[in-house]
């Protein structure tokens, strides 16, 4: 496996207002590819002063996004889970902290983009947690794995899984070289048009991601995990399970919902809540 810088170059927009004014020819579609139980108590952190003190567990879908721009092609926006775990839930995987999933059939990425999964041309990952990287293996191995600066030096297969076995090129991008557009002091014109941004959201893992998709029936923001679920947004409480740096991930949060409160306009998706 190559790991690679992903090229990146400065934007000439200065303003979300800027961008947002002038919208490209790109298209979302979520899939669902499976669900986990995940534990409330962990969803909020416990020790935030506006933790709503929920517990028990609930169902959450795992979700990978698929764009389609109609000049530069198909995009992935994180992969899912993959056929494995159809029978079985802990998808193949043997290794000491192998997570479990629920999947119906055919409910794997690679089964629902059918023929659009040979044509695309790069998969951008959110972070390198199982449940948004296993569907990688549905995948042809010559589609390029982008994440954020951090990621690889913090993947553990051993611990986890391989998912990324036989993938040819990972990219990796330095949000250093990115732009600042406030309230974001790390943001990176993916595809150059100001159709899709990655906004460094670290704290959940160190590389973690959230992306802005600028469309032309209006932008959407994608949390991915800085808030599992709605309810993160909306009580302004950040999950502190799986989380690497809790207070990193609370200031994360509370970046996107200064963005969210400046453009209420705007369609948000949390990381494990269908849209």
């Known amino acids: 496996m190559k790991i690679k810088n992903y090229q990146l170059k400065r934007s000439s927009y200065e303003s979300w207002e800027t961008i947002f004014n002038n919208p490209a020819p790109i298209e979302v579609q979520t899939y669902q590819t499976g669900s986990v139980l995940i534990e ?59 997570e479990e999933y629920i999947q119906d059939k055919n409910q794997n990425i690679g089964y629902q983009l059918g023929d659009n999964a040979s044509k695309l041309k790069a998969v951008f990952l959110s972070h390198m947690h199982p449940d948004h990287i296993a569907g990688i293996r549905d995948l042809p191995k010559d589609i390029p794995v982008i994440v954020g600066k951090g990621e690889i030096e913090d993947y553990e297969p051993d611990l ?62 994608l949390t991915m995990d800085v808030a599992f679920i709605q309810e993160n947004i909306s009580y302004g409480v950040a999950p502190s399970d799986y989380t690497l740096n809790v207070e990193e991930a609370q200031r994360s949060l509370d970046m996107l919902i200064q963005f969210i409160r400046l453009f209420r306009g705007i369609e948000v998706t949390a990381g494990h809540a269908f849209p």
């Open 40 to 98: 409330l108590d962990g969803t909020f952190n416990p020790n935030h002063l506006k933790s709503p003190r929920i517990y028990g567990t609930v169902e959450v879908p795992i979700l990978s996004h698929f764009l389609s721009h109609k000049k530069l092609g198909n995009f992935l926006l994180d992969a899912g889970l993959d056929k494995s775990y159809y029978l079985d839930p802990y998808g193949g995987v043997e290794t000491p902290q192998k």
């Open 160 to 221: 986890y899984g391989d998912f990324l076995k036989d993938v040819e090129t990972v990219c990796e991008i330095d949000f250093q070289d990115s732009d600042t557009i406030s309230p974001f002091s790390k943001c990176a014109d993916l595809l150059g048009d100001g159709s899709l941004w990655a906004i460094s959201t670290p704290g959940h893992t160190r590389g973690h991601m959230s992306f802005i998709v600028n469309g032309l029936m209006g932008p959407k923001l």
